[in-house]
Nanobody, 118 residues
Framework: QVQLVESGGGSVQPGGSLRLSCALSGDIFEMYRMAWYRQAPGKQREPVATISEWRGRETYYADSVKGRFTISRDNAKKTVYLQMNALKSEDTAVYFC??????????WGQGTQVTVSS
């Protein structure tokens, strides 16, 4: 059974940085397209960044995070990362890791809170 375990959330001042990690277990990590989503209070869950399967040559970023966030993957560690720099108060949300297999339903992590506040 596939499990996703996220870590790295926390509280930071505006302009600060955080790195989120999401480790996958129970299947072949390389074949999963990985993504980070976030959900702020009272808002719908939205995609933040995605990275293609295998070598991760293709990435996507929401306009609101372009130039500040970087998604990457380490297949040896079966982990996807989200490096978040120049954080803003509007980045405050619960961040979720998502794993999409080549076929069938995807999987979600439990979420990790990111709070940006002075």
């Amino acid at each position: 059974q596939v499990q996703l375990v996220e870590s790295g959330g926390g509280s930071v001042q505006p302009g600060g940085s955080l790195r989120l990690s999401c480790a996958l277990s129970g299947d072949i990590f390389e074949m999963y397209r990985m993504a980070w989503y976030r959900q702020a209070p009272g808002k719908q869950r939205e995609p933040v960044a995605t990275i293609s399967e295998w070598r991760g040559r293709e990435t996507y970023y929401a306009d609101s995070v372009k130039g500040r966030f970087t998604i990457s993957r380490d297949n040896a560690k079966k982990t996807v990362y989200l490096q978040m720099n120049a954080l803003k108060s509007e980045d405050t949300a619960v961040y979720f890791c998502n794993a999409e297999p080549p076929a069938g339903d995807g999987y979600w992590g439990q979420g990790t809170q990111v709070t940006v506040s002075s």
